[in-house]
């Protein structure tokens, strides 16, 4: 099986695409009116946190609100099952700081958080 790794990270407000990528940085994460794409291609985003301190995970709804997921403990990981186009945002738990912003373009990605 090929596992695909290809999205749009945006990481201090700068947008590119990767075949993985890490967050090490607190970014600003003011959405600026992102919103999802309508989408009929299916993806699974898998979330790994391998920072020292839990992650929140959450959805950006085509209202531009964020709409809480899961918390991820350090180590832990998971699929979310999602569409082309709709934005994620995570967020460190403890002091809602921002980690990453992505917005996933293929069949599966991964987003590993440092």
Same mark, same amino acid.
């Given at each position: 099986?090929?596992?695909?790794?290809?999205?749009?990270?945006?990481?201090?407000?700068?947008?590119? =695409?990767?075949?993985?990528?890490?967050?090490?940085?607190?970014?600003?994460?003011?959405?600026?009116? &992102?919103?999802?794409?309508?989408?009929?291609?299916?993806?699974? %985003? =898998?979330?790994?946190? #391998?920072?020292?301190?839990?992650?929140? &995970?959450?959805?950006?709804?085509?209202?531009?609100?964020?709409? @809480? @997921? #899961? =918390?991820?403990?350090?180590?832990?990981?998971?699929?979310?099952?999602?569409? @082309?186009?709709?934005?994620? %945002?995570? @967020?460190?738990?403890?002091? #809602?700081?921002?980690?990453? &912003? &992505?917005?996933?373009?293929?069949?599966?990605?991964?987003? =590993?958080?440092?």
């Amino acid at each position: 099986m090929r596992l695909f790794r290809h999205f749009l990270l945006i990481s201090a407000l700068v947008a590119g =695409t990767a075949s993985s990528a890490q967050t090490n940085a607190a970014i600003n994460c003011f959405l600026g009116g &992102i919103r999802p794409n309508e989408s009929l291609h299916d993806t699974i %985003v =898998t979330f790994q946190n #391998n920072a020292e301190t839990s992650v929140d &995970i959450l959805w950006v709804s085509f209202e531009g609100e964020e709409v @809480y @997921y #899961n =918390t991820l403990a350090p180590g832990d990981s998971y699929d979310q099952p999602s569409f @082309y186009g709709h934005p994620w %945002v995570i @967020y460190r738990a403890e002091s #809602n700081i921002c980690k990453a &912003i &992505i917005i996933p373009f293929a069949p599966h990605v991964v987003l =590993t958080i440092d």
